[in-house]
């Protein structure tokens, strides 16, 4: 009993050392003695033998008794006063002193593995997700013949799922003013005449040829990049863009009968999907400091006051226009007439429910096509284009049991080694710069 009083005794000094050197008024002593006389009543009869015994008044004195009989106001002792002052007086800086500091936000993406952030990753997911729509859209259109009635359902499902997606709070709605909508509109068109275009040449030329052509894609991005931007791509990767091109040639190698009006189609079709990579990178990269050269006659395009859009973003906002514009294509072109007529006719709970599954397809490539194409750049995603026509090409050889010639063969091996090189070159110089940006 002597011991633990004393040691709360002594506590109690050490922690009113600060008030026990100054002398109490009398209003102090009035408030405390009011303040503890009513807990004091329900001390037993040692405390109230205790209170009768004449003990100088000191300092303090009251406070350690009451602290000794009421264990349960002990913890009043751990402030600066012994009782709370009124609001009116508390010290707000003082408190805020003693405050923790707030706990840092945490962002999702330090949650997230790391290889989601890699290239590999989002190229891995490009091919699957592209290789599974091409061959799934081969078997649909064998019995739904109807291709811009296709994309648009495509676009349906892209607006579909960016809509759910912004109702889920996964990104924040695109802001536009007039003039960044006009350019949003202007690359939907770009968007859907590539399609347009490439559906016209198909039906003028063989797919090897078509095939082919299109394999010439990386050098009309090489050669656009080079107007727009004022930069030259470097010598290892224009070396490691030939064997990709030579490559796709001999993997497509038969009938390459065409027709003038089809090889131009063909040829304007591979120009409008470069400039459409292109133009993908450049909504959702943000606009450089760097004043862009004027020696370049189009350059003045990236010069035009342009969105800088999220991913998901770019496809909720993309998506209704794109569908609006193949609707309006399958009418003129007398498409949607005979959709119409195989609705009533011919459609079943199965096929509806085919389409479907393609529109969910269409969609996750969309949202990989874009994440990919902003991590890898537009070149890069003109080099996986062409790799992704090679495994194509053997994918159905393995599902239809098909034959390959050498020539074949030869194409199938020199695409894959070009789009590796290429790959390679990518990234030393990725290295390069980052490594330089450091030492800066």
């Given at each position: 009993?002597?011991?633990?009083?004393?040691?709360?005794?002594?506590?109690?000094?050490?922690?009113?050392?600060?008030?026990?050197?100054?002398?109490?008024?009398?209003?102090?002593?009035?408030?405390?003695?009011?303040?503890?006389?009513?807990?004091?009543?329900?001390?037993?009869?040692?405390?109230?033998?205790e209170n009768e015994i004449p003990k100088p008044r000191l300092a303090g004195t009251s406070i350690r008794r009451t602290q000794q009989r009421h264990p349960r106001l002990s913890?009043?002792?751990?402030?600066?006063?012994?009782?709370?002052?009124?609001?009116?007086?508390?010290?707000?800086?003082?408190?805020?002193?003693?405050?923790?500091?707030?706990?840092?936000?945490?962002?999702?993406?330090?949650?997230?593995?790391?290889?989601?952030?890699?290239?590999?990753?989002?190229?891995?997911?490009?091919?699957?997700?592209?290789?599974?729509?091409?061959?799934?859209?081969?078997?649909?259109?064998?019995?739904?013949?109807?291709?811009?009635?296709?994309?648009?359902?495509?676009?349906?499902?892209?607006?579909?799922?960016?809509?759910?997606?912004?109702?889920?709070?996964?990104?924040?709605?695109?802001?536009?003013?007039?003039?960044?909508?006009?350019?949003?509109?202007?690359?939907?068109?770009?968007?859907?005449?590539?399609?347009?275009?490439?559906?016209?040449?198909?039906?003028?030329?063989?797919?090897?040829?078509?095939?082919?052509?299109?394999?010439?894609?990386?050098?009309?991005?090489?050669?656009?990049?080079?107007?727009?931007?004022?930069?030259?791509?470097?010598?290892?990767?224009?070396?490691?863009?030939?064997?990709?091109?030579?490559?796709?040639?001999?993997?497509?190698?038969?009938?390459?009968?065409?027709?003038?009006?089809?090889?131009?189609?063909?040829?304007?079709?591979?120009?409008?999907?470069?400039?459409?990579?292109?133009?993908?990178?450049?909504?959702?990269?943000?606009?450089?400091?760097?004043?862009?050269?004027?020696?370049?006659?189009?350059?003045?395009?990236?010069?035009?006051?342009?969105?800088?859009?999220?991913?998901?973003?770019?496809?909720?906002?993309?998506?209704?226009?794109?569908?609006?514009?193949?609707?309006?294509?399958?009418?003129?072109?007398?498409?949607?007439?005979?959709?119409?007529?195989?609705?009533?006719?011919?459609?079943?709970?199965?096929?509806?429910?085919?389409?479907?599954?393609?529109?969910?397809?269409?969609?996750?490539?969309?949202?990989?096509?874009?994440?990919?194409?902003?991590?890898?750049?537009?070149?890069?995603?003109?080099?996986?284009?062409?790799?992704?026509?090679?495994?194509?090409?053997?994918?159905?050889?393995?599902?239809?049991?098909?034959?390959?010639?050498?020539?074949?063969?030869?194409?199938?091996?020199?695409?894959?080694?070009?789009?590796?090189?290429?790959?390679?070159?990518?990234?030393?110089?990725?290295?390069?710069?980052?490594?330089?940006?450091?030492?800066?």
């Amino acid at each position: 009993m002597h011991r633990s009083s004393l040691h709360s005794h002594n506590d109690v000094d050490d922690l009113f050392s600060s008030n026990a050197s100054q002398a109490p008024t009398k209003s102090n002593l009035v408030v405390n003695g009011a303040h503890f006389q009513s807990q004091g009543r329900r001390g037993n009869e040692r405390d109230q033998k205790e209170n009768e015994i004449p003990k100088p008044r000191l300092a303090g004195t009251s406070i350690r008794r009451t602290q000794q009989r009421h264990p349960r106001l002990s913890t009043r002792m751990y402030h600066r006063e012994p009782f709370p002052q009124p609001p009116s007086m508390v010290d707000l800086s003082d408190i805020s002193a003693e405050l923790p500091p707030p706990r840092a936000s945490v962002s999702s993406s330090a949650d997230r593995p790391s290889y989601l952030s890699t290239q590999a990753f989002w190229l891995a997911l490009y091919f699957c997700f592209n290789l599974g729509l091409t061959l799934y859209n081969k078997g649909v259109l064998l019995r739904f013949p109807y291709p811009y009635t296709l994309t648009a359902i495509h676009a349906l499902f892209g607006t579909l799922g960016g809509t759910l997606l912004l109702h889920n709070g996964t990104f924040l709605p695109a802001k536009l003013d007039p003039q960044e909508t006009v350019v949003i509109v202007a690359f939907s068109v770009l968007y859907s005449v590539n399609i347009v275009v490439s559906n016209l040449s198909l039906q003028l030329v063989t797919i090897p040829f078509h095939q082919v052509i299109r394999a010439a894609t990386p050098i009309f991005t090489i050669l656009f990049s080079a107007l727009l931007y004022g930069r030259k791509s470097s010598y290892a990767k224009r070396i490691s863009l030939i064997p990709v091109v030579i490559g796709v040639g001999f993997a497509t190698y038969g009938d390459y009968y065409c027709t003038l009006w089809g090889f131009i189609l063909t040829l304007l079709g591979t120009l409008l999907a470069a400039l459409k990579t292109i133009f993908t990178n450049v909504l959702q990269t943000p606009p450089s400091r760097d004043p862009i050269p004027s020696q370049n006659p189009l350059s003045i395009i990236l010069s035009i006051r342009r969105p800088h859009l999220h991913t998901l973003a770019l496809l909720h906002v993309l998506s209704p226009l794109a569908f609006i514009q193949c609707v309006v294509l399958a009418y003129f072109t007398g498409e949607l007439s005979n959709v119409q007529h195989y609705a009533s006719k011919e459609m079943t709970f199965s096929k509806a429910c085919a389409l479907a599954l393609n529109g969910c397809i269409a969609l996750g490539l969309n949202i990989v096509s874009f994440t990919a194409n902003r991590k890898v750049g537009a070149l890069g995603m003109t080099v996986a284009a062409n790799v992704k026509q090679v495994l194509t090409v053997l994918s159905a050889v393995l599902m239809f049991d098909l034959t390959i010639s050498t020539a074949n063969g030869i194409g199938i091996a020199l695409t894959l080694i070009g789009g590796a090189w290429y790959a390679q070159v990518e990234f030393m110089e990725r290295k390069r710069r980052t490594t330089g940006q450091r030492k800066m």
